[in-house]
């Protein structure tokens, strides 16, 4: 009997206000790697009406006094309410009649310097209690990271198809085709599998924000038309396919005045829209030794890779960590039953042990990961986008290589 199930994914669009968090801390995050790449970022963001809070660590080296041990204000190097309020408008928020605006939002910011005990962990120096003098884990946890053949990217198809949606509405806004379209957005696909095959898309959702004087029937037809039929594989959407578009019947209000905002709430749709499972930890605002972020990557790399060679077509790692400690204390990799005949899922964990390094500066140093890189992973997820590093399938040989 074919086993038939249908599986759903979401995705939100950049004025979303849990993604206008993430998109302030990443654009600090990116501006303090700017200045001075030995960055220590842990920033955290709250949107809500007209008010932006930034909080969390951040230490920057090259405003510390070696002579006297003072550290200048993040100030002196960053203007922050400006990256605050440029990230603000590229989302969008510049209308007249937003009450969230990046000219006018009052910012509070209660960013202090990183705890001495948790750099010293990091730090690739001897402590007392430290049992290593090598770069440590940001902090304990436990890291996932995955891939599958449904799709170009290696990603599953729900979550792919969903951010493609949310990207399509964005360009179509910023493009100023329609007038009536506004930041605020979120998007959801539930796509039927047949044998563990994508085989139809059972109903598409969109909900966008959008003014007053546009009708319901307009915004329907024009996203059905526009945004989804330009998206969705037509193989995929069927007569019995079902549009729920903004099922409310209004949606003006929205982005921070019409809900809260906060950084890393939205890891799922940040990974892999709940195909694949989840360590806990969130991305956005943390620099690459915080490895819940920069580990979390690292899964992404070796999956990909696994399933590129060949070696499976669908495949999950998972890894965990100690804080200060410079090694994984445990390695796994699950292929679900579907690596080559010839392989078993205990060979295939011995070649990515041999091929991949798991500390955390040999992570940062293989994915060039101290750089501003950190603005473009912030909306439509963070993996399956060309260009990233972990995104690479430079290591399908030597993973071959290693299993001969």
Not at 146 to 158: D, G, Q, S
Not at 243 to 250: A, D, E, M, Q, V
Request: aromatic letters at 8%; glycine letters at 8%.
């Amino acid at each position: 009997m074919a086993k038939s199930f249908v599986f759903s994914s979401e995705s939100v669009g950049e004025g979303h206000p849990d993604k206008v968090a993430d998109l302030i801390s990443d654009s600090v995050l990116d501006a303090c790697l700017a200045y001075d790449r030995s960055s220590r970022v842990a920033c955290e963001t709250f949107v809500k009406s007209n008010v932006v809070v930034v909080g969390g660590e951040i230490t920057i080296p090259r405003l510390q006094d070696k002579k006297t041990g003072r550290t200048k204000p993040i100030e002196a190097a960053i203007n922050l309410n400006q990256v605050i309020r440029d990230a603000i408008r590229d989302i969008g928020y510049v209308n007249d009649d937003d009450v969230f605006h990046a000219d006018s939002v009052f910012i509070n910011n209660y960013l202090t310097a990183q705890s001495a005990d948790i750099a010293q962990g990091v730090d690739a120096r001897k402590a007392e209690g430290k049992k290593t003098a090598e770069q440590g884990a940001g902090d304990q946890g436990i890291m996932f990271g995955y891939a599958c053949n449904e799709t170009p990217e290696l990603m599953p198809a729900p979550i792919m198809f969903a951010h493609r949606l949310g990207r399509k509405l964005t360009q179509v806004r910023k493009s100023g085709a329609v007038a009536w379209l506004r930041p605020d957005a979120k998007s959801q696909v539930s796509v039927r599998y047949e044998n563990d095959r994508p085989v139809e898309v059972v109903n598409v959702v969109i909900s966008t924000q959008h003014t007053e004087e546009v009708s319901h029937a307009q915004i329907e037809k024009f996203l059905i038309e526009n945004v989804i039929k330009r998206v969705i594989p037509a193989r995929l959407l069927t007569k019995k396919t079902e549009y729920l578009i903004n099922p409310t019947g209004r949606f003006v209000i929205g982005g921070p005045q019409g809900d809260s905002g906060l950084t890393g709430r939205k890891i799922i749709v940040d990974t892999y829209g709940g195909w694949g499972r989840h360590g806990g930890g969130a991305f956005s605002g943390k620099d690459p030794s915080k490895v819940d972020r920069s580990a979390a990557y690292m899964g992404r790399w070796v999956a990909k890779n696994i399933v590129a060679a060949g070696l499976a077509t669908h495949a999950e790692i998972q890894f965990a960590y100690a804080i200060g400690h410079p090694r994984p204390v445990s390695v796994c990799v699950d292929t679900f039953g579907t690596h080559r005949a010839d392989l078993s899922d205990e060979h295939i964990t011995a070649a990515v042990q041999e091929v991949f390094s798991f500390k955390p500066a040999d992570i940062i140093s293989a994915l060039d990961l101290k750089r501003p890189i950190y603005r473009q992973t912030t909306n439509y997820g963070h993996f399956g986008k060309k260009g990233l590093p972990w995104e690479g399938t430079s290591k399908v040989a030597a993973l071959l290589a290693a299993l001969k």
